[in-house]
């Protein structure tokens, strides 16, 4: 009996592990994306609205 305690025990010890770590794995990758698309976003609008040519000293 306690042996299979012990193994339902371990397994979701195991489980709640893994699944920790995909989090922190799954929370990397949509802050990844979410800095990719800021720094597309901002590359793609203010290289428009800023002339830099007109600039003049």
């Known amino acids: 009996m306690t042996d299979f305690i012990l193994a339902g025990l371990s397994a979701g010890l195991l489980a709640f592990v893994a699944l920790f770590i995909l989090s922190f794995v799954t929370l990397g990758l949509i802050s990844g ?10 590359s793609l609008v203010f290289s428009k609205t800023i002339d830099y040519k007109g600039q003049t000293a």
């Open 33 to 42: 994306m979410i800095h990719l698309a800021t720094l597309a976003y901002r």
